[in-house]
């Protein structure tokens, strides 16, 4: 069995950490669109797609940078090293960035348009909501590849 070498834990840290900060995120722009689904009035809407759009813009800027550091290598690759079968996997979590931000992007448009009627709102809502389920999906799909590459060439794997 090869040996575990010093760069692992560093890897393997370094996503922990980074997908840790990335759920605060998340878990801030949902609790943006918690507050009034039935019946919010005009001004509380307003203020609802203000807080929506600010965390959004925020998810957006550390999405961009998480991304690209996947992209250009370093964890995905480590595990592809290790099981050249996970490849086509990895190829094809790493293929939904741009479509995941490009929804990121809409939602900002779709939330800092000023002025939404309620059932404007109820979309956003959803839509916001939709998206973090899909994001954390994603992340979790991600984190598999990378651990199996890790547990297997570890000797740990299940199947
Ligand atoms: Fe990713
Ligand atoms: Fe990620």
Redesign the pocket.
């Known amino acids: 069995m090869p040996s575990l070498d010093r760069a692992d834990p560093v890897i393997l840290g370094h996503i922990l950490q980074e997908h840790r900060e990335l759920h605060g995120l998340l878990r801030a722009t949902r609790e943006a669109i918690t507050p009034p689904s039935g019946g919010a009035p005009a001004a509380s809407r307003q203020n609802g797609c203000e807080r929506i759009t600010q965390a959004l813009c925020e998810l957006r800027n550390h999405l961009a940078e ?2 690209q550091q ?1 992209e250009d290598g370093g964890f995905l690759e480590e595990s592809l090293a290790r099981l050249p079968r996970l490849a086509a996997e990895a190829q094809h ?2 293929a939904e ?1 741009p479509a995941l931000l490009d929804e990121v992007d809409r939602l900002i448009k779709q939330s800092s348009g000023g002025d939404i009627p309620a059932t404007g709102w109820a979309t956003l809502c959803r839509d916001v909501d939709q998206f973090a389920t899909r994001l954390l999906d ?2 979790r799909r ?1 984190n598999r590849v990378v651990q199996q590459g890790y547990n297997e060439d570890l000797g740990l794997a299940d199947d």
Request: hydrophobic share 35%; aromatic share 12%.
């Open positions: 998480h991304f996947e979590v790493l960035h994603h992340e991600e």
